[in-house]
């Protein structure tokens, strides 16, 4: 297979895995849409590892196998045939994408092996910083380049709040899982998540909107989040009752209209 085919298979895995990610890539155009569905589909796949088996030890196999594939991609050695893989290591190296989000974004995955609940909102926001925070600040950069480490920051701290929304939207469907995310999923334990999330997402605009205007693409990954968010924050028994969101139709919309004006 062709490099150029790997990127369509990261795009087809981040279409059928993550299907809110793709839409907002798509919004992206050439090299920066490639880039967008090769980090996208890396993280899907590592997303994907403590899901698909109930035995914990399989699990850890599956995330210590891509601890070990960006082991290869740093080091400079051989690095292993895959269809996510071989497409990362040349953007890795194209775009000199750091190592340490990748590492936390993995090693953040195992908490998902398991059924404790997070020790408390510090371990919370920790796990959404390596998570959600650390992609988009990898976003950020493989699109268009390097940029400035204050806005590298920033993409950061936006990812973080994005990734509490995503978080919220999900609450039902992994506490059917027997997964219970929320230190307090209490109404006013919710309203208080979620106003956090809120406030690093207003922190973080200022540095965010003089990006360049391809950049925001980047960021656009998030374009649900503060709507979601005001509706935890105002009605925070929609989480358990998964009615946070708008219409597939009004989502588009959304999106649509900041694709046309270059926001996020």
């Known amino acids: 297979m062709s490099l150029q085919d790997d990127i369509a298979s990261c795009a087809e895995t981040v279409h059928s895995g993550d299907p809110m990610r793709f839409l907002s890539a798509m919004t992206a155009s050439g090299a920066d849409r ?42 400079g050695g051989a690095v292993r045939r895959h269809q996510v893989v071989t497409p990362l290591a040349d953007l890795v190296a194209r775009q000199g994408l750091p190592r340490a989000p990748f590492d936390a974004l993995v090693a953040a995955r195992r908490w998902d092996i398991y059924k404790e609940p997070h020790a408390d909102d510090a371990a919370l926001w920790s796990y959404l910083e390596a998570t959600a925070g650390g992609l988009m600040a990898l976003a950020f950069q493989a699109v268009g380049g390097e940029t400035d480490a204050a806005a590298r920051d920033a993409a950061h701290s936006y990812g973080s709040g994005c990734g509490a929304a995503a978080l919220l939207e999900a609450v039902p469907a992994l506490e059917a899982a027997n997964r219970y995310p929320l230190v307090d999923g209490t109404a006013e334990g919710v309203r208080s998540f979620a106003q956090e999330a ?7 605009r200022p540095a965010l909107k003089s990006a360049a205007r391809r950049k925001r693409a980047a960021l656009r990954s998030g ?7 005001r509706q935890a924050v105002g009605e925070p028994a929609l989480v358990g009752a998964g009615m946070l ?12 209209g900041l694709a046309a004006t270059g926001g996020f």
């Open 34 to 75: 490639d880039a967008l569905m090769v980090l996208y589909a890396f993280n899907v796949e590592v997303s994907r590892a403590p899901w698909v088996t109930e035995e914990p030890m399989i699990a850890e196999m599956r995330l210590q196998w891509w601890i070990d594939a960006v082991e290869e991609i740093f080091t």
């Open 198 to 204: 809120l406030q690093r997402l207003a922190t973080a």
């Open 223 to 229: 374009w649900l989040a503060r709507g979601v968010l």
């Open 245 to 256: 969101g708008r219409s597939d139709a009004g989502k588009r919309l959304r999106l649509m």
